[in-house]
C-alpha cells in the first residue's frame, strides 16, 4: 500500500528540498512565482537539470514537461495555495483558533501535491547527468533552462527577476 509516509526515492525531491532551505532561496523563488506567475517546480527542474549535469534542456521538453503538469497544477496545487491564502487573509476566520489548524492542513496537502508533481517529472523525465561536466558549465546550462521555461511562457523578466535568478543560481553553485 502507498502512503505519504513512503514515498518513493526521488533525487529531484531532494535536490529541491536542499535548494529550497538554503539562505534567500525560498524567498526569492516565491517573488519569481508571484512576479513573474512561474512554477516553483519547474524552476526548481531547470536548476536541477543543469545542477547535475544533465543536457541543456530543449523547448520541446520544455514544453513536454509543461502539458504534462498543467491540468495537475491548474486544478490541485493552485486552488489548495488559493484556499490557504484565503484563510491567512480572512480577518473573520483568523480570530478562530481552528483556522490555523485548517490552514497547516492545506499546506501539508500543498505540499504532497507539489512532491507528487515532482515524482511524476522524475520518473517521466528521469534526467542523466554527467558529472564531470565542470561547475561553470553546469551553472551555464541551469540558467538557460531556467530562461527557455521562462520564454516557452511567454513571460519577459525585467532586471529585477534576472537579478533574482542569478543570486539563485550563485547559491545553488555555493
Not at 22 to 38: I, S, Y
Not at 112 to 141: F, H, P, V, W
Request: proline share 3%; net charge positive.
Amino acid at each position: 500500500m502507498n502512503t505519504l509516509e513512503s514515498w518513493p526515492d526521488n533525487p529531484f525531491w531532494d535536490f529541491s528540498i536542499d535548494f529550497y532551505g538554503r539562505d534567500g532561496v525560498e524567498e526569492r523563488l516565491l517573488l519569481l512565482q508571484d512576479k513573474l506567475h512561474v512554477d516553483v517546480n519547474l524552476v526548481l527542474y531547470c536548476y536541477w537539470a543543469g545542477y547535475i549535469g544533465a543536457p541543456f534542456l530543449t523547448e520541446l521538453d520544455v514544453n513536454n514537461v509543461l502539458k504534462l503538469i498543467k491540468a495537475w497544477q491548474k486544478n490541485i496545487v493552485q486552488p489548495l495555495r488559493v484556499l490557504r491564502s484565503k484563510l491567512k487573509n480572512n480577518s473573520i476566520i483568523k480570530q478562530n483558533s481552528w483556522s490555523g489548524e485548517i490552514r497547516k492542513k492545506i499546506k501539508l496537502a500543498e505540499l504532497d501535491a507539489e512532491r507528487l508533481e515532482q515524482l511524476i517529472l522524475y520518473q517521466e523525465y528521469s534526467l542523466t547527468g554527467d558529472q564531470n561536466i565542470q561547475m561553470a558549465e553546469k551553472c551555464r546550462r541551469a540558467k538557460a533552462n531556467v530562461a527557455l521555461y521562462i520564454n516557452c511562457l511567454n513571460r519577459k523578466p525585467n532586471s529585477k527577476h534576472l537579478i533574482l535568478m542569478d543570486e539563485l543560481l550563485a547559491r545553488l553553485f555555493d
